[in-house]
């Protein structure tokens, strides 16, 4: 799953897959709208629902790890 959302984030944020997975997502270059492509691109391809204050505590990549994990379980 981890591979799948690192390919999700790297294309939205058009960065290669190989990034920190500890790296502030601003640093990273997603602001508030690709945040937005972000969550919808997970509920598409992953089949959850991401409720929008959860996504809110979302700072870093590993973040939305945690995040999908906590959501798939």
């Known amino acids: 799953m981890e591979q799948t959302l690192r390919g999700i ?3 939205i944020a058009e960065i290669s897959p190989d990034f920190d997975a ?3 997502l601003r640093d990273l270059g997603v ?4 945040n937005l492509e972000i969550v919808f ?3 598409k391809v ?3 629902n991401v409720p929008e204050n959860r996504y809110a505590e979302v700072k870093a990549f590993a973040d939305i790890v945690k995040l999908v994990s906590s959501l798939k379980s």
């Not at 602001?31 to 690709?34: A, C, E, K, Q, T």
Request: aromatic residues 0%; glycine residues 6%; hydrophobic residues 45%.
């Open 41 to 43: 691109e997970i509920e």
């Open 22 to 24: 500890n790296a502030n």
């Open 31 to 34: 602001d508030s709208v690709r």
């Open 9 to 11: 984030v790297a294309k």
């Open 46 to 48: 992953l089949g959850v």
